[in-house]
């Protein structure tokens, strides 16, 4: 065989591997004219190589940001050295439908991608080929892992019968908002309120129709408080409340209407019937002597035992 027909073999042997590798080859001159273009992109694009070769890259993929690809091909360029993006970076490069079995309920194709500078015998780049890889699975299966990850951990700060925020949770966060307080003091308060005569309600009733009735309370807590109040289940029928910016005079008005809402609450339980009960509040705002958020939390207990003492259903403010 003559050297000539060799090199032709081994053109033809490599144009063959070209089409059939399971990556798509993008090859586009200095001015974005596509050059290359092999049967992963083809069949994952939908449009032939005689539709897209020697075509703008920007006519043929719209959407594609113009100013970011340029400005990293202009880095391939000038450095002469190969770059990488990864879905992380950019979920893709080209927007290819998903046709993955496993991952099928992806929208597109996940990619990773190499950027090559593409000398000519000079040593001057006179293209780029780009080499874009198909990572939705692994790509779905990370999303999927850190979706799980969000959902544990959101899961570990909830009390699992109400679903606000259980004690441990609530009691870092309301830290959180000791410490800013020492910073810089804020007009925050707190609400400590408990449900009146709740073990009577389950001694009478049993503890599902009480379970019932626990839930019912945090709804109404979850609807009449504000997106940056911080609700948790203390303990028992025990319930708390962080009022960020809050003065206590406001703090006094939400804990009344909270008070009303409970009260005109009737919880409908398939053994017992309707049920009904009120609730006992103690609000305490921000005072400089508290030494520890305990002392926080003390004071506001305290009032909510003046109010059981006073007759329970009603707002106490220390």
């Known amino acids: 065989m003559s050297t000539a027909d060799s090199n032709l073999a081994e053109f033809h042997w490599l144009m063959d591997v070209l089409q059939t590798i399971d990556v798509g080859i993008l090859v586009v001159r200095l001015d974005n004219r596509i050059l290359a273009w092999n049967s992963f992109m083809e069949n994952h694009s939908g449009i032939s190589p005689d539709d897209a070769i020697d075509q703008d890259l920007f006519e043929v993929f719209p959407d594609l940001p113009r100013e970011w690809f340029e400005h990293k091909s202009r880095t391939v360029v000038q450095l002469k050295n190969r770059a990488f993006t990864t879905w992380e970076q950019r979920p893709y490069l080209l927007r290819f439908k998903n046709n993955r079995p496993i991952t099928g309920s992806a929208e597109f194709m996940y990619q990773n991608c190499t950027f090559i500078p593409v000398t000519n015998i000079r040593g001057e780049v006179e293209s780029l080929c780009i080499i874009i890889y198909d990572v939705t699975d692994e790509a779905i299966n990370k999303l999927e892992q850190q979706r799980t990850n969000a959902q544990l951990k959101e ?8 679903g606000l925020y259980n004690r441990s949770y609530w009691e870092k966060q309301l830290e959180q908002e000791f410490r800013r307080q020492k910073r810089a003091v804020q007009t925050t308060s707190l609400i400590i309120f408990d449900i009146d005569h709740f073990k009577q309600l389950n001694d009478i009733n049993g503890h599902l129709a009480g379970d019932h009735m626990l839930r ?9 408080i504000r997106t940056s109040d911080i609700p948790g289940r203390f303990g028992g029928e025990e319930f708390a409340l962080i009022l960020p910016d809050t003065p206590p005079d406001d703090a006094v008005r939400l804990a009344e209407r909270l008070r009303e809402q409970v009260e005109s609450l ?8 309707p049920l009904q009960v009120t609730i006992s509040l103690g609000v305490a ?4 002597r508290y030494e520890r958020h305990q002392d926080w939390m003390v004071e506001a207990d305290q ?3 003046r109010s059981k003492a006073a007759g329970r259903n009603c707002v106490t403010l220390a």
């Open 266 to 273: 009737v919880v409908e339980d398939e053994q017992a019937g």
């Open 285 to 288: 705002g921000w005072h400089s």
């Open 216 to 224: 019912q309370v945090a709804d109404v807590v979850r609807k009449t």
């Open 155 to 162: 899961l570990s700060r909830l009390d699992g019968l109400t």
């Open 303 to 305: 009032a909510l035992y």
